[in-house]
């Protein structure tokens, strides 16, 4: 709240960012470095409280433990730490220990509902949470190590819950980034295969940064710049023409699909004139 010529006046700030700074301070006084701490506070607020002795093995942190955990720890250990009565589950990195968020999805079982309500999947799992974090972006980086050729099974399972986006362009005026990091091969088949999933969604897509591991100080910077023309992009409400004509294409595609599948995609169809597409 502000005082201003004696009017008041009130910044509504969402809860989220608010745990998330409560949280990355409270566990910086318990002895965990800066950037530590900041993945912990997100995961923190991305987590529901949880009820302890759920977990075995859980790590109650206290400055003297935090400093003796690190030593103990190996590399690509995970510990499960108790923060703000949340278990939040860390590796250790090469970079310091790193906040986990332990999501749930499963395989789409193509039952449609979700062209024929809307978004209404019967899996109950955590997709919807990150097909909404989606929605509630201006941007997005998607980032995968690659397997085989190819981004992870994990991030194509979830790609496959996302269908109704391809449908409806539900990240239209959105910007996406992508970042891949590999053994040493496919770093462009992946970027590519991650620009076209962001242009059927209807996104615009900034540019990807792809590397081998470990990472180096060029490629970081890289990747900061990436990070600086997405913001640039969303800030100034860029227009790249020809990605443009390429969602525009792919909406006179799918105009075509969803008229023919008007009465089994009914949601869909009501969403499209709603739109004004039809
Ligand atoms: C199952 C599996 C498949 C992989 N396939 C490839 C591949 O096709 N090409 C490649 O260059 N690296 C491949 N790698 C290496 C990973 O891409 C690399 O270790 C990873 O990007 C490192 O990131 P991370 O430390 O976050 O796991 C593969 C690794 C695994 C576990």
Not at 4 to 23: D, F, H, I, Q, Y
Request: charged share 25%; net charge neutral.
């Amino acid at each position: 709240m502000a005082e201003k010529g004696g009017e008041r006046s009130w910044v509504m700030v969402n809860r989220a960012p608010v745990l998330t700074l409560w949280a990355a301070v409270v566990a910086e006084v318990l002895g965990f470095e800066h950037d530590e701490a900041l993945t912990l506070g997100r995961a923190v607020a991305g987590l529901n409280a949880y009820s302890k002795g759920v977990s075995l093995g859980l790590f109650q942190p206290t400055p003297k433990e935090v400093k003796e955990q690190r030593w103990k720890m190996r590399k690509d250990e995970t510990v499960t730490i108790d923060l703000l009565h949340r278990a939040v589950p860390v590796k250790h990195t090469d970079e310091g220990l790193r906040a986990l968020r332990d999501l749930k999805i499963e395989f789409c079982r193509h039952c449609e509902s979700c062209h024929k309500k809307m978004m209404d999947c019967p899996i109950k799992d955590d997709a919807h949470l990150l097909l909404k974090k989606m929605l509630d972006s201006d941007g997005i980086i998607f980032a995968s190590p690659i397997y085989i050729n190819q981004i992870t099974g994990y991030l194509k399972t979830f790609f496959d819950r996302s269908s109704h986006f391809i449908h409806c362009l539900g990240l239209l005026g959105k910007y996406t980034g992508a970042v891949a990091t590999s053994g040493g091969g496919a770093q462009e088949v992946v970027l590519n295969y991650l620009e076209h999933f962001s242009t059927i969604c209807g996104a615009q897509y900034v540019g990807g940064v792809s590397t081998t591991v470990p990472v180096t100080q060029e490629m970081r910077d890289k990747a900061t710049k990436m990070g600086e023309l997405l913001a640039e992009a969303i800030k100034n409400k860029r227009e790249f023409p020809e990605q443009m004509r390429e969602i525009e294409s792919h909406r006179s595609y799918f105009k075509r699909i969803i008229e023919a599948h008007k009465e089994e995609w009914s949601g869909e169809y009501k969403y499209w004139r709603e739109m004004g597409w039809l």
